[in-house]
């Protein structure tokens, strides 16, 4: 079959379009002929070594995955063949920019049918980050206020949708460009952080502040005087240090997304209800998935990217 993989860590000159051996099936996985990988920021990060997680090489990529169960492992017996599936897959382990992956049994769930199948493989990790950032973490319930910095990205969208599904006043921040996709994707209120300064524009303090965005540290660390006393501080830029305020009792926590399959099957019945609206920016083939990595790395991509082998 045929596999993006690379052999050692380095630029997207590492990735290479191969011939490896179709994968087989062991005790409690499945094999999935792949509709379609996601690309994530966290891909470029794995095959440049500056992430911290423990790769096997050679390494497929993609670990936001769509396809048709093709084989069964033993033992597997809440999945069958023919099954339409989508999952996250452990990112350590080989991932679906390829014809086939295999991967545990319980990193899948049944995939949305309202949607192409394909699609559904820029469902997962996003998702489930905006979920964890939200009531994992910020523990958000209906009534309160948050504010989402970086509103106008893949995880921001599905945040902005998330919270306003939840009772949560939303206010968010978007260049002109995403203005109308947030409002759209459910904000009561938009800040364009180009022009307005986000602090000077709120009408108050809010539960929560999420920030998605590559700020600047000391813009970050002002930013959590719009956090009311006893609020939480959530990002997901593990790169650098979410600030709290000890003597307010305004706590942080860094997001890295965590498995949930409970979780993806509750956000897969939520796209099915119409609640959630799976972005897909660009289909790429698999033989392009080299040059994407290049444009990652150049700068941020806008919008979700899927690969389609």
């Known amino acids: 079959m045929q596999a993006i993989q690379f052999h050692e860590v380095g630029g997207p000159e590492v990735l290479h379009l191969?011939?490896?051996?179709?994968?087989?099936?062991?005790?409690?996985?499945?094999?999935?002929?792949?509709?379609a990988s996601a690309y994530n920021a966290a891909d470029n990060g794995m095959r440049g070594g500056f992430l911290p997680i423990p790769i096997q090489l050679p390494h497929v990529p993609g670990y936001d995955v769509s396809g048709m169960?093709?084989?069964?492992?033993?033992?597997?017996?809440?999945?069958?063949?023919?099954?339409?599936?989508?999952?996250?897959?452990?990112?350590?382990?080989?991932?679906?920019?390829?014809?086939?992956?295999?991967?545990?049994?319980?990193?899948?769930?049944?995939?949305?049918?309202?949607?192409?199948?394909?699609?559904?493989a820029a469902l997962p990790s996003v998702a489930l980050t905006a979920w964890q950032s939200l009531f994992d973490d910020g523990h958000l319930t209906a009534g309160q206020r948050v504010l989402i910095v970086g509103a106008g990205g893949v995880v921001g969208k599905y945040a902005v949708q998330l919270a306003a599904r939840a009772g949560v006043h939303v206010i968010a921040t978007a260049s002109p460009r995403s203005a109308d996709a947030v409002r759209a994707a459910g904000a009561d209120e938009v800040v364009d952080h180009t022009e307005a300064?986000?602090?000077?524009?709120?009408?108050?303090?809010?539960?929560?502040?999420?920030?998605?965005?590559?700020?600047?540290?000391?813009?970050?660390?002002?930013?959590?005087?719009?956090?009311?006393?006893?609020?939480?501080v959530v990002s997901t830029t593990a790169f650098m240090a979410t600030p709290d305020d000890a003597s307010r009792g305004v706590r942080a926590a860094t997001v890295f997304v965590l498995p949930n399959r409970e979780r993806l099957a509750e956000l897969v019945a939520l796209v099915d209800q119409g609640v959630l609206t799976v972005e897909v920016t660009r289909r790429i083939p698999l033989a392009e998935l080299p040059a994407l990595h290049a444009e990652g790395a150049a700068g941020r991509i806008a919008g979700k990217v899927i690969v389609l082998p």
Not at 102 to 115: D, G, K, L, N, R
Not at 202 to 209: E, S
Not at 216 to 221: G, L, V
């Open 18 to 35: 191969t011939d490896v051996e179709q994968p087989v099936p062991t005790a409690g996985q499945v094999r999935v002929r792949v509709a």
């Open 69 to 120: 169960v093709d084989a069964l492992g033993e033992g597997v017996t809440d999945l069958a063949v023919g099954d339409a599936v989508v999952g996250f897959l452990p990112m350590e382990r080989d991932g679906g920019a390829a014809e086939y992956v295999v991967a545990p049994a319980e990193a899948w769930v049944a995939a949305p049918t309202s949607i192409p199948l394909a699609d559904a």
């Open 197 to 232: 300064d986000v602090l000077g524009a709120l009408d108050g303090q809010v539960d929560v502040l999420l920030n998605l965005a590559p700020l600047d540290p000391e813009q970050f660390a002002a930013d959590v005087a719009a956090v009311r006393d006893g609020g939480v």
